[in-house]
């Protein structure tokens, strides 16, 4: 049933604007008013609640979360096949881990997968994001949320924070978007919070066996330090959003550099969420005209 749910909402998201229109009449010019009227000129966010094609109704913020309103589902061609990959991975039993969990979608999907014998650990160092995934998560008590980032220092690190709808590129990494120019024209914030290294988390919860979801904005390269030894030791899957501009070195090339070293290769998603061989990612990317994509990373 998940999976025909998952194919509704893909189709629905893949629809173009006169088939979204035809399915939501009234939900879509609101929402499109909302996120290209009211919005730019009252940087007033709004928050509402949303049914997920899994079941699982969960509070997101407008205009960040208007796919997930309309379509059930993130509608980024990369987020589908990623939501079909978990889908087809994620077994009763196992463990998650959220690195970069935000308000908690693919914590709730995981947590849909494994049930109650199976456990998501959720790390986000936005308090302001937390507030929203404890929200969202409570009542799962096989959900355990750490209100922090995941780094390979243990203390406390600058975190750089923005308003919605840009709140999903808060990262630990100054200046990460320097040069973009809707990072021009907003104010960032700058708060101080704890960090965690995952092989103490790993170690601590007796975890031997997972799969990682890392969205770090540019933090990956700590996040992947801070687990070395995991990484090496137990058996893990890492699946990382890779960002990629033609003719640039990416800032997720040392992150690649370290899985690598670990003995982690890198794999696409395809169409259906099944896991193919990428050996040279600059070249695929390319041949795919994609400027980002999540990739999986399996030893």
């Not at 025909?4 to 909402?9: F, G, I, M, P, T």
């Not at 070293?261 to 070249?283: K, L, M, Q, W």
Request: proline share 3%; with cysteine.
């Amino acid at each position: 049933m998940m999976w025909e749910n998952l194919l509704k909402a893909e189709r629905k998201a893949r629809s173009s604007k006169l088939r979204r229109l035809l399915y939501q009449p009234v939900l879509y010019p609101a929402l499109m008013i909302f996120d290209y009227a009211i919005y730019p000129n009252t940087h007033r966010s709004k928050s509402i609640f949303a049914n997920t094609f899994f079941g699982i109704r969960m509070k997101t913020v407008l205009p960040s979360g208007t796919d997930i309103r309309l379509h059930s589902i993130k509608s980024h061609d990369s987020e589908l096949r990623f939501a079909k990959f978990l889908v087809r991975q994620l077994k009763q039993g196992d463990v998650f881990v959220d690195v970069g969990a935000h308000y908690g979608y693919y914590s709730l999907l995981a947590v849909a997968l494994i049930g109650q014998r199976g456990h998501v650990y959720a790390v986000e160092a936005s308090a302001a994001s937390t507030a929203i995934l404890k929200e969202n998560t409570a009542g799962y008590s096989n959900i355990t949320i750490i209100q922090a980032a995941a780094s390979d220092t243990r203390g406390h690190i600058t975190f750089y924070e923005y308003p919605v709808p840009y709140a999903e590129c808060n990262t630990t990494v100054k200046d990460a978007y320097a040069g973009q120019k809707w990072a021009e024209k907003i104010k960032q914030i700058e708060n101080h919070v704890p960090t965690v290294l995952i092989d103490d988390l790993l170690e601590k919860e007796g975890i031997t066996k997972a799969i990682f979801k890392i969205d770090a904005e540019g933090g990956e390269t700590a996040v992947l330090k801070g687990m070395i030894n995991s990484l090496k030791t137990r058996d893990l899957c890492v699946v990382m959003e890779y960002h990629h501009t033609p003719g640039k070195l990416s800032i997720h090339e040392e992150a690649v550099g370290v899985l690598k070293e670990c003995g982690y290769s890198a794999h696409g998603i395809d169409i259906d969420g099944n896991a193919f061989p990428v050996p040279d990612i600059t070249r695929y990317l390319d041949e795919k005209k994609l400027e980002s994509d999540n990739l999986v990373f399996q030893r």
